[in-house]
């Protein structure tokens, strides 16, 4: 047949489908099919009846698209897009209501997951996204030098190298060294000490900052050591309460008077370090004396930074600075040439203020999300048993008329307005969550106080909620759509049509549930164990009733090396004469706090060939330090009072020394001096051995350690312990007052019993243990509560088959045999992938665990015990209700 | 009485085709005799729109015949007239005609049946 060989224009076609509902358009279609072929094509030709049939759609598409087109037969409201949007909202607040159990259950574990997702993204946010508060903060690096024979990281250089940095540079728009320092500030309330910095009168300049008041330093200021300082926001305010005439003003630090030239804004932060507590408090100029002007080669104590000039490469920089370092090295002595090895290195700004905390963060947000899949899952798996029992319902509304898309995006918007909710609570939640995390989070975390819900955390709770509508919407929305009225509406009152595929889909989520829950289980398990390990590590020392402060002299007053030790020297005496003090020494450094670090050579030391340098953690100390610390003396003998009046270069070494040098002879009487054996320093006789104590925290390594009198040097800053017999609490301010009889300026800062550094050491690790076991438990929370769902579900819809096989005689015990033998299977598979997953994951845990293996053998099982025995809990529960069942109601109820 | 009673101009026309076509009124024949009748070109979609509010107000009736293969496949919408729809048709036209009573304009003006 001729006619049947023209088929209308397709385009037209398919914008008739977009406008109008399969049912229309399976009409209209239809229609202008009809009359295309039998009348138009005949009479005038297939060009003008294609021209016909366009007309024909586009003419139609008007009433279309107002939605006058109905469905047949049933009488249906019509609105444009959005008020169907609105009626569908409506109706699903409808449905949600009509079923407060399921959606109080729904939203509190959308609250839960969100909330807590919301919460970490909030930190994640304020920490690591954020931009640095300079100006193109991603072109500012740190100049580093490296010593491979000394240690592997990049370190500080000295302060000539930061000179040499500034003017022979060539990648660099500008060059600034810093340095952290603590200065006594005095005259406003009483004396405290304070962190300060020291920068170089480029320094603003090159991080793009500029004062929000005054001034920053000019380069005649910082060149001829002027007395000026620029205040942080915070200082101007808490000291000065924001006072208006503030750069009239002078402010009284380490006894000198400083001018006040400007005041930083807010937002602004310097030094950022991850392992600084927190930036300065106000800043003064870098002001090189003489003596650090000549030290060559020597304190690696100096920070430096500079700006990229545009279009410099990292590589590029590093190069520069090789160059430079060369430079530097050309221009020492042949044999420290040698000995030093040195090395030009570079880090961006951003990898040393958050390089710390970048991946523990990211693995909180990780576990978290782990939970919000959780929790979505277990909605999932709600949203399908109902949507079993809604099926009549949704058949219904599909044989009145409504489309399959008509109602899968009713139910999607049901649930969307369902995550939506839960969003909402689950910002509040994290809201509050968040003021949790932020005072749980050990003080090591930079920039935390700038973590708050802005947009940006709530454009993010938005997404997650719609996110999790969507995804514990789609499948029950796409059941909806494959519904089979014709089946669903046979069946009667019975729910269940698609037993199958939901089955298997729920199966699906509780094993997908169980094995997230088993690696954050696990992964909170190592890091239990880790901690359980780190509070076993000996100290070295007997941290009980041992109270310590520290008190800084400043350099204006305490000019003579003389002045210094006949301070401390009396210190120690006033103090002993507090009533309760048993022994009182003092320190340059204190144990778990240890920043300064020696090179020494033992006297007839061959090194291996390629060996790096011996290097010791190393205090000066007076007093009965050792005994007030509760270090052992393991050999020989402690100082002699001989020996901190006068240095008669006498050593005490740690244990670890004397076995790594001296494993078969005598230690005491051996002699080693400071630097490589070529340094002309004098050798040391070594009079002592102690035990080794924990430099850093107590879960990193004990490093070797000496101790020289405080004859040894001239040493402003010293650390005083004091051992009471009972509580040294109310020795702190006894502390204090011995302080201030010998100079009535002077703070007495960091006063703390030694069991509260070591509470201090344990902090970082307590807070990621704490927060990954609450995820943990969240988790296995949900799980079992999915499980259990799943388990309640099944018995409810095999009630009958149940009530048949009592009937004709199967025992309670068959049963719930039968009944937990599925639950426990899904368990089981659920174990062994999460086992799996866990050997993969836990590796990124490495870094934070200590004496545990990532793949540790009893984490593992004893973890998949413990879900075990809930899981079988949550199956035991509602078998146990199967068993319940009378066989006679059973079967009456079909 | 309700404003929704009054009959539109095109609500009349397409009652007026349905009760001309009688036992064969879908879409196609109800467009193509009104096109006829009135020389007026008229799109399926305003037809269908037409008659789906009518059968909404409970002026006709449709059901659907089986799938034909000249249409693709795709069944017919049959429209029948509904005794309401026949009494609003009849209102309308003696409505117009009270209002033309008396009246003499220029032209050979009848009312059409």
Redesign the interface.
């Given at each position: 047949m001729r006619r049947?060989d023209h088929r209308p224009p397709a385009l037209a076609d398919f914008l008739l489908y977009l406008c109008l509902s399969p049912r229309?358009y399976?009409?209209?279609?239809?229609?202008?099919?009809?009359?295309f072929?039998?009348?138009v094509v005949p009479a005038f030709g297939v060009r003008k009846a294609r021209r016909w049939y366009w007309?024909?759609v586009i003419?139609?598409?008007?009433?279309?698209l107002?939605g006058?087109?109905?469905c047949?037969?049933v009488?249906k409201k019509k609105g444009s897009p959005m008020e169907t949007l609105l009626r569908d909202l409506r109706f699903g607040l409808r449905m949600l209501t009509k079923t407060p159990g399921f959606t109080a259950v729904s939203l509190i574990t959308l609250a839960l997951g969100i909330g807590a997702t919301t919460a970490m993204f909030s930190v994640v946010n304020g920490v690591l996204l954020r931009p640095l508060p300079y100006k193109e903060s991603n072109r500012l690096v740190l100049i580093k030098e490296r010593l491979p024979k000394f240690t592997a990281e990049p370190i500080d250089i000295p302060a000539p190298d930061v000179i040499t940095f500034q003017q022979e540079n060539r990648a660099f728009e500008g060059v600034s060294g810093f340095q952290p320092v603590n200065m006594d500030l005095t005259g406003i309330g009483s004396p405290v000490r304070i962190g300060a910095a020291r920068i170089s009168w480029n320094g603003f300049q090159i991080l793009g900052v500029a004062p929000l008041l005054g001034r920053a330093f000019t380069a005649e200021e910082d060149n001829s050591g002027q007395y000026v300082t620029v205040l942080s926001y915070g200082t101007w305010q808490q000291k000065f309460g924001g006072s208006p005439d503030i750069l009239s003003r002078k402010i009284e630090l380490d006894r000198r008077q400083y001018q006040i030239v400007g005041v930083m804004p807010p937002e602004f932060a310097f030094p950022l370090q991850s392992t600084r507590i927190k930036s300065a408090d106000l800043w003064v100029p870098m002001s090189f004396s003489e003596t650090e002007k000549a030290a060559v080669g020597d304190n690696f104590d100096y920070g430096a930074f500079g700006r990229l000039k545009s279009g410099v490469t990292l590589p590029q920089a590093e190069a520069d600075a090789e160059s430079v370092v060369r430079h530097i090295v050309n221009q020492m002595p042949a044999k420290w040439q040698e000995a030093l090895e040195l090395h030009g290195a570079i880090v961006p700004l951003e990898t040393d203020a958050l390089g710390n905390v970048r991946s523990p963060l990211l693995i909180m947000l990780a576990a978290v999300i782990f939970v919000l899949l959780i929790a979505v899952t277990n909605v999932a798996n709600l949203m399908l048993a109902r949507g079993n029992s809604r099926q009549k319902e949704l058949a219904i509304r599909m044989a009145l008329g409504a489309s399959g898309r008509r109602v899968m995006f009713q139910l999607l918007c049901e649930n969307i307005l369902l995550a939506l909710i839960g969003g909402i609570l689950g910002v509040a939640a994290g809201f509050m969550g968040t003021k949790v995390l932020v005072s749980l989070v050990p003080a090591n975390i930079p920039r935390l106080e700038a973590t708050h819900l802005d947009y940006q955390v709530l454009l993010f709770a938005l997404l997650v909620s719609v996110f999790s509508g969507l995804v514990f919407g789609a499948a029950p929305a796409l059941f909806a759509l494959r519904t089979n009225m014709h089946d669903s509406l046979k069946e009667g009152g019975r729910s269940g049509g698609f037993g199958k595929q939901h089955k298997a889909l729920r199966s699906t989520f509780v094993v997908t549930q169980v094995a997230l829950a088993l690696i954050l289980l696990i992964g909170a398990g190592l890091l239990i164990r880790s901690f359980q390990r780190v509070l076993e590590v000996n100290p070295g020392f007997r941290p009980e009733h041992v109270v310590t402060g520290s008190v800084s002299l400043p350099s204006t007053q305490y000019d003579k090396p003389e002045k210094v030790k006949r301070f401390f020297v009396d210190l120690v005496e006033r103090v002993k004469r507090i009533p309760g003090a048993q022994y009182v020494g003092a320190s340059t450094d204190l144990p778990l706090n240890l920043s300064w670090t020696h090179i020494y050579t033992p006297e007839g030391y061959q090194p291996p060939p390629g060996a790096g340098m011996n290097s010791s953690a190393h205090s000066a100390v007076i007093g009965d330090y050792f005994e007030a610390m509760g270090i052992p003396l393991v050999r020989g003998r402690l100082f002699t009072p001989e020996e901190y009046a006068k240095d008669t270069h006498a050593v005490i070494i740690s244990e670890s020394i004397a076995k790594q040098f001296f494993p078969d002879q005598d230690p005491i009487g051996q002699r080693l001096k400071w630097g490589p054996e070529q340094s002309e320093d004098p050798w040391q006789t070594i009079v002592g051995v102690v035990g080794d104590v924990k430099q850093g925290a107590m879960d990193a390594k004990t490093m070797p350690h000496t101790y020289t009198p405080i004859s040894s040097g001239t040493f402003s800053l010293m650390n005083v312990a004091v051992r009471t017999p009972g509580d040294p609490a109310g020795t702190a301010s006894a502390l204090q007052s011995a302080v201030w009889s010998l100079d009535s300026q002077l703070p007495v800062t960091q006063i703390r019993t030694m069991e509260q550094v070591i509470g201090e050491s344990y902090a970082p690790r307590r807070f990621n243990m704490i927060l990954v076991l609450v995820f943990a438990g969240s988790a296995l929370l949900l799980a079992s509560v999915g499980l259990y769902g799943v388990m309640a579900y099944s018995v409810t819809q095999r009630t009958k088959e149940i009530g048949v096989r009592m009937a004709m005689g199967a025992q309670q015990a068959d049963i719930l045999r039968m009944m937990m033998r599925w639950g426990m299977l899904l368990t089981v598979i659920g174990v062994a992938i999460g086992t799996v997953g866990s050997f993969f994951v836990t590796r990124l845990l490495t870094d934070f665990l200590f004496g545990v293996k990532p793949s540790d053998a009893i984490t593992f099982a004893g973890v998949a015990a413990v879900l075990g025995l809930v899981a079988l809990l949550a199956c035991y529960i509602p078998a146990k209700r199967a068993t319940k069942v009378d066989p006679m109601i059973a079967l009456r109820s079909e | 009485m309700a404003k929704g009673e009054y009959l539109g101009e095109f609500e009349q026309i397409v009652l007026l085709a349905l009760i001309r076509l009688a036992d064969n009124a879908y879409g196609m024949t109800i467009r193509q005799e009104i096109e006829k009748r009135t020389g007026r070109y008229v799109s399926i979609g305003a037809v269908y729109a037409t008659l789906d509010r009518l059968e909404k107000k409970g002026y006709v009736d449709s059901w659907l015949a089986d799938p034909t293969a000249e249409r693709g496949g795709r069944a017919k919408r049959y429209f029948e007239l509904l005794p309401a729809g026949s009494s609003a048709i009849q209102r309308s036209k003696e409505m117009l005609t009270s209002m033309w009573e008396g009246l003499d304009v220029d032209g050979d003006l009848t009312p059409q049946t």
């Open positions: 049947l229309a399976n009409c209209i279609r239809g229609d202008l099919s009809e009359e072929n039998k009348m007309l024909q003419r139609s598409i008007g009433p279309a107002r006058e087109i109905a047949i037969r009488a | -």
